[in-house]
């Protein structure tokens, strides 16, 4: 059963991801743009290069010949993984899955012309000219973001067609790869937003871990919470989005897969990523009976996933950086979070900040039945006590 796994991209998911490997007793190379990674420090072997040039992920994959591939981040020159995946290599979810969802605009069209679910308004924009356009047909507010970023890099809400020049350039300056076009959407008023994590079987049903909700700021995870109150009907429609969504993607792995929720309108399906999700890390407070990392491995590795049950409710709050700096990250306030009761103190350790960088999390728990909010405010109170410097 021991495989040799290749992990592109060694963030604080993939370090969660290696560690959940090494306790089933992988063999783990991980791989990053720059040294000291997180996934690196618990890793078998490190590979430092960018994924987005094609040659050098090729050497690296004919350097260690490995068994299966997970990408982690989306800087990486996809397309290389459909030969990669026809010379024998399991790449996961799919190849097909990685490159649609790597690109905003291949996922929005499956899901909203060839699968018909039901999402925001849309159009694209290769200039600052077809963006006025597409404004003027969308109307403002709308949601302008790049093809193909993460963690909310480029994302502008727009409320007046005076912002639409400063949002193109925010747009492409927060683009990943090559791609200079960004999409425009309809801003929908949502009541909340949810994260289902979603598991697709080699051997096995798809399956659903208790609704996430979460809360973003710029584009970005700043608390999540679990199990988050939704209606059972909006629930099961957001399962069948999911399981329809994934089917047509294909493969075998956890995904992240984002909806807007709406009292009057119902569910919207807004994103995917195929991979651990950063709201997800509430699940390593203990709120399932398998943590979202767990679950990624063991569809990975083809190991049966018999039921997800929800064991007890959970929050997370992140501890961002105020600084950046290329010093090595010094805190303070650790022993004022470790006071608390049911709580839980993760430090990324990551080598060096940049300005609202997440550092690390703090995580919550409370038996079933006990206040969600209140678990909120603890979690949000506790990550405050700590200090980047």
């Known amino acids: 059963m021991t495989k040799k796994i290749l992990l592109l991209g060694s963030g604080e ?22 040294a000291g990674a997180p996934a690196m420090q618990v890793a078998d072997e490190f590979e430092v290069f960018s994924m987005l040039d094609g040659d050098a992920l090729d050497a690296v994959v004919a350097k260690h ?4 591939i997970v990408p982690e981040i989306e800087a990486i020159r996809t397309e290389r993984l459909y030969h990669l995946e026809q010379e024998g290599i399991q790449v996961v979810p ?5 490159n649609f969802t790597m690109n905003r605009k291949a996922i929005r069209d499956l899901a909203a012309k060839e699968l018909g679910l039901k999402t925001a308004k849309y159009f694209y924009a290769k200039s600052l000219n077809e963006l006025k356009e597409a404004a003027a047909e969308i109307g403002f507010p709308c949601v302008v973001k790049p093809l193909m970023s993460s963690s909310g890099k ?5 409320k007046s067609a005076d912002e639409l020049e400063q949002a193109w350039h925010y747009g492409c300056e927060g683009s990943r790869g090559d791609i200079k076009e960004l999409i425009i959407e309809e801003f929908i008023r949502f009541d909340s937003e949810i994260t289902l994590l979603t598991v697709t079987q080699k051997n096995g049903p798809t399956l659903f871990c208790p609704p996430i909700g979460h809360v973003q700021k710029g584009g970005d995870y700043r608390e999540s919470f679990q199990p988050a109150h939704i209606d059972p009907e909006h629930l099961k429609e957001a399962q069948h989005m999911a399981a329809k969504v994934t089917e ?14 709406s009292h009057e309108n119902g569910v919207y399906f807004s994103e995917l990523s195929p ?4 709201t997800g890390m509430v699940t390593l407070a203990g709120t399932q009976n398998l943590n979202e990392f767990e679950l990624h491995l063991r569809a990975v590795l083809g190991l049966p996933v018999p039921e997800i049950t929800q064991e007890r409710i959970g929050a997370s709050a992140v501890i961002l950086s105020p600084i950046a700096s290329k010093e090595a990250p010094r805190y303070r306030g650790e022993e004022e979070v470790c006071k608390e009761t049911n709580t839980y103190l993760r ?5 060096y900040t940049k300005m609202n960088r997440r550092m690390g999390v703090v995580l919550c728990y409370a038996p079933n039945g006990s206040d969600l909010d209140a678990l909120r405010d603890k979690c949000k109170a506790a990550a405050a006590k700590v200090e980047v410097y």
């Open 347 to 351: 430090i990324f350790g990551k080598p």
């Open 275 to 278: 991979r651990p999700h950063d």
């Open 13 to 34: 998911l993939g370090k969660e991801f290696v560690i959940a490997a090494k306790r089933k007793g992988q063999y783990v190379i991980a791989c990053d743009s720059y």
């Open 248 to 261: 047509a993607l294909t493969g075998a792995g956890i995904w992240g897969v984002e909806f807007f929720l």
């Open 154 to 158: 480029g994302q502008s809400l727009v």
């Open 65 to 68: 010949k490995p068994d299966i």
């Open 94 to 98: 799919s190849a097909r899955a990685v």
